[in-house]
């Protein structure tokens, strides 16, 4: 490994080191403490909860259909191919149950996202004419003939669930459609006819307690974050504090905070899988957190005009394709930062490429290494040909700096003309690294965010790509052998690198033999805990890089 290259990697590890910190600082949390009246009741632990609406008689609420008229909890199961969902009539349409059925981990038979912290969902309320927020939050009444189960088998099926409720003497009207082959849900609220009783025209959709955790709390905690787009800018509103090796404080304050002008989309993320409002228009959203680290609790929320019905509920895995569909650029920070959205997604597109020729992502993890070096190896070639011709001038140049050591300005003024003279272009090594930097950081992005490696296996003990490959544990400490694998093969790529070189400077050298231990130590400390489809790419990248680098060496 090159010295450009060394510092390309040590500049990777000193950002995802201290880019937490930094976010710290730029954008530190706002210690709000919420009005004693919006403290949570004890039967909901969501800051979204406020004051219930009465019950109201469900009579001549028989405008479109024969609706039910009982007042109690009834259930509709919609299978699609993706997820088996269970709607309630609580709230007029809440999501009691949403089982996800791909990206299963070895022992697992489904993935749960509701449970009793996020039950309570698809909540709508109104300020009525006396200023007071009222929920619409009663078990609504339905059309009786609904099927209490429907299967949707055709790409283009579709359900849709309505149910109503009388409030003053006006119906009020909500509707769920889902649809087969898509996580997004279309959530249309029809509170028109109660316009004489809203105060400002508006209604807010809420959606208390995010999604519950599927992974270690760890994993998860520097993923966790409320996101919203303005103008296609993507705020992040990051639940909690974390670190690089995960943990964070196990309380998290109570705090909200609010985004005014319209909105493309807001939501919340953890580490695979997310929940997004995407309004017809809206003025207004908020975005709640509190509970723990081991399960924290987010609210979103949407303000809409009442003629501006229709909102697209996006509830599931983060795939890509699933999440490009919604229109509104939220797939750009789903395989990491923003600003490298286009290189991140040439990645992915390419490991998506190569999975359809071979279906295991293990094998795409090293083709995918072959290919990248492959591409950057007229890059890398020149890079170490630079360091190979310094490496020969380099008695001249001690020399000019022994000899002109008190005359800096001539100094350089020789070493300048040695350069010429040789043909050396000092700067030759720094302009491969620069290109390409933004590819191993998108690579490093994309390997630890994507959904397609959860729970997908390559050989031996290497049984899921998303989380380290723990061979044994020896007390509770995991033993987990592709770190040791990758630290190793960067040391002796480091080694490599370095044969044959003398630079003559004693304390030069000291420092050099210093990184070739230094270096890959803390990269295995870093590496440790990361997904074991990330150290399979790093320790391919490295064998084939100490490849490259022998048949560069042997050049005359």
Known sequence: MSRNTLIGFVLIGLVLLFWPTYLDIVFPEEKTTPPQEEVLPAKTSSPLQKKPLKKVSSENINREAAVSSEFEEAFFEIETSLYSAVVSNKNGGSISSFVVRDHLKDGED????????NQNNLLVSFINDSGEEVFLEDFWSFDSSLPKKVSLVQDDDFQKVSFYIEVGGALAKKSLTFKNNSYSIDVDVDIEDLETIILDNKFKLQWAGGVRLTENSKQESLFLEGLVSQSGSIQSYRVGSASLFGGGA????LGSKQYSGNTDFVGYRTKY??????????????????????????????????????????????????????????EDKILGWQWLSSVSWLVYATMVFLYGIV???????????????????????????SSKKMQEIQPELNKIKTKYKHDPALQQQKMAALFQESGVNPLAGCLPMLIQFPVLIAVFMVFRN???????????????????DTLFMVGSIPINVLPFLMSISMYYTMQSASAGQVSGDPAQEATQKMMKYMFPGMMFFLFYGFPSGLNLYYFCFNVIQLVQQKIINNEK
């Not at 959904?451 to 380290?468: K, Y």
């Open 110 to 117: 489904k993935i749960q996202l509701i449970d009793t912290i």
């Open 250 to 253: 196990s309380e998290i304050s």
């Open 359 to 385: 279906p295991n992502y293990g094998v795409v993890v090293i083709l995918f290494a072959v290919l990248i070096k492959a591409a950057t190896y007229p890059l890398m070639a020149k890079q170490l040909r």
């Open 273 to 330: 899988f997310g929940v997004f409002f995407v309004p017809q228009r809206t003025d207004e959203v908020e975005i709640t957190k509190g509970g723990s680290s081991e399960r924290p609790e987010v609210g979103i929320s949407t303000k809409q005009e009442i003629n501006l019905r229709k909102t697209t509920l996006f509830f599931g895995p983060l795939e890509y394709e699933q999440v490009s569909s919604l229109g509104v650029g939220l």
């Open 450 to 468: 994507t959904i397609e490696f959860r729970g997908e296996s390559f050989f031996l003990w290497i049984s899921d790509l998303a989380s380290p």
